[in-house]
Structure formats: structure tokens, C-alpha cells
């Protein structure tokens, strides 16, 4: 099955790539491996939620910050497909950087990134089993509560 094919099985519809925001690409082939940008969870353009990820008023909470991170994943895929060419010709996902813009006393930023870990399962199956880091961060670009880069394999 194509990776076009797995994506359409699971009723998902691969973003629009986002525009740079600065002095970079979405994403740069090297090689048998894509690296992708930093990628927040933009839809249509904009951000689902602005701010910290942590327990209380005002603050981003986790659940949904997983669900971003997945969001996340899709952007991070879209610049590779879009990088390559051809969304069949990614293999794999090598590596997963996550960034939780959180408050100090958070610290379940590998649960969040999860969101990202888990789509590429869905997937890819075993080829989107990967090394990852989830760092905690004090704030993101444009106040986003995460942010993804990723190494895929392609063929």
C-alpha cells in the first residue's frame, strides 16, 4: 500500500505547506532523508491556541496540546511530501524533535509530543517507530504551545 493510499484509508488530508516565516525552507533533502523546519500547529494559517501548556485558567491544556502536536506532524509531513515531490516517496520517520512551550512545574512534555509519536504509528507502522527528544521550552515562536521537526527516510 502508498503511503497516498494509508493516508486516504485513515481519512487524512495532508495541509497546505506553511510559509516561512523567516529566512528558511519548510524543508531540505539530503540524501536518502528529508529535515523539516520547525512546525507548529497551523490551521488554514493560524494558531488553534495561544500560550503555555499546563493545569489551570489561562493555560493550554495538555489533551489539547497533544492533539496540536499531531497537527504538527501533518505540517511536518506536508513540507516533506511537498519537499520530495511525492507523499509515496517518504518512507519513514527517523527522528522527532518536540518543543512544549509550558509552564516550570509542567513536565509531562513526552506525553504531549506523544500526540506526533502516535500519528506517525498510525501511519507508518513500524517504519514510524523513531529516536525523539520532548523538550520543555519557555516560549515558541508566535506563542505556540508546540512544535515539531522531523527526519524522514525516503526512497
Not at 486516504?8 to 525552507?25: E, F, N, Q
Not at 511525492?86 to 504531549?112: M, N
Amino acid at each position: 500500500m502508498t503511503l497516498s493510499q494509508k493516508l486516504a484509508d485513515l481519512d487524512i488530508d495532508l495541509p497546505p505547506v506553511a510559509t516561512p516565516a523567516g529566512a528558511y525552507v519548510p524543508a531540505r533533502v539530503h540524501g536518502d532523508l528529508v529535515y523539516t523546519a520547525g512546525q507548529l500547529p497551523l490551521v488554514a494559517g493560524a494558531l488553534p491556541a495561544t500560550g503555555k501548556v499546563g493545569e489551570g485558567h489561562g493555560r493550554v491544556a495538555p489533551g489539547d496540546a497533544h492533539a496540536y502536536a499531531r497537527l504538527c506532524a501533518l505540517n511536518a509531513l506536508a513540507a516533506a511530501a511537498d519537499a520530495v515531490g511525492d507523499v509515496d516517496r517518504i518512507s519513514g520517520v527517523l527522528k522527532l524533535t518536540g518543543f512544549v512551550a509550558s509552564v516550570p512545574e509542567f513536565t509531562a512534555q513526552p506525553a504531549v509530543i506523544n500526540g506526533a509519536s502516535e500519528l506517525f504509528g498510525e501511519i507508518f507502522g513500524d517504519a514510524g517507530a523513531h529516536a525523539r527528544s520532548a523538550v520543555g521550552v519557555p516560549v515558541l515562536p508566535l506563542d505556540s504551545p508546540v512544535e515539531v521537526e522531523v527526519v524522514f527516510t525516503i526512497d
